[in-house]
């Protein structure tokens, strides 16, 4: 069984700051994983997609991958009031056709 | 607009009711997922399908049924054997490519029951 773990939070943060947010798993053949957002009442959207080691960069967001630790995290800059919601952490099976999504972890960007 | 679309938005159920939640999509996607969020939690996958009737279950189908009369359409029942079906309800569809095939999710289905 493929798990998805994350911090449920709430992580705080100021406006202008960096929010740091991770995941860890635990089936170590996993190729990809993806970062969705999700406000309150809301359904999730897509924010990154991650497929090899190293950082990706999208705008104020930053994907690393550290498949040897099983370690994902999602950096985002210059963190606005609107980058308030919860992130999930979503990991497919080897077949690519399933995903199990991390419990999230709800930010709070405080102005 | 291409998209996937879910109705009803809110639903209320008494007990010992069936009730089925759409979602259709024009995106020409394969396949179709359903989930479920309870508050504070992440999503729990129901049932999925990657072609029409044909179906596979998730890690929570008790209590739930499903078909994939079409490619557009895959709608869930919830039947009265779900003994507590109050949730938030989210379809998702993707394409099928080989690789991790990225999931689109439509506006969800809140449930009550009564």
């Known amino acids: 069984q493929k798990e998805v773990e994350q911090n449920s939070g709430p992580l705080s943060v100021p406006e202008g700051a960096i929010a740091s947010l991770n995941c860890t798993y635990s089936?170590?053949?996993?190729?990809?994983f993806f970062w969705y957002r999700q406000y309150s009442g809301k359904s999730p959207e897509l924010i990154m997609s991650?497929?090899?080691?190293g950082d990706k960069e999208d705008g104020r967001f930053t994907a690393q991958l550290n498949k040897a630790s099983q370690y994902v995290s999602l950096l985002i800059r210059d963190s606005q009031p609107s980058d308030s919601a919860t992130y999930l952490c979503?990991?497919?099976?080897?077949?690519?056709?399933?995903?199990?999504f991390g419990g999230g972890t709800r930010l709070m960007v405080k102005p | 607009d291409g998209g996937i679309t879910q109705s009803p938005k809110y639903l209320f159920r008494k007990e010992g009711q069936n009730v089925t939640l759409s979602c259709e999509q024009n995106?020409?996607?394969?396949?179709m997922y359903w989930y479920r969020q309870d508050p504070g939690q992440g999503l729990r996958l129901i049932y999925y399908?990657?072609?029409?009737?044909?179906?596979q279950k998730g890690d929570i189908a008790e209590g739930y049924s499903v078909s994939r009369e079409k490619k557009e359409s895959f709608p869930l029942t919830v039947t009265s054997a779900q003994k507590n079906p109050t949730a938030f309800y989210l379809c998702?569809?993707?394409?099928?490519?080989?690789?991790?095939?990225?999931?689109?999710f439509g506006p969800g289905t809140r449930l009550t029951v009564l």
């Open positions: 089936d170590r053949v996993s190729q990809s």
């Open positions: 979503a990991v497919p099976n080897n077949a690519g056709n399933m995903l199990t």
């Open positions: 995106l020409n996607h394969d396949a």
């Open positions: 399908s990657q072609i029409v009737n044909d179906f």
């Open positions: 998702a569809s993707s394409i099928i490519s080989g690789s991790a095939d990225t999931q689109y």
């Open positions: 991650i497929y090899s080691n």
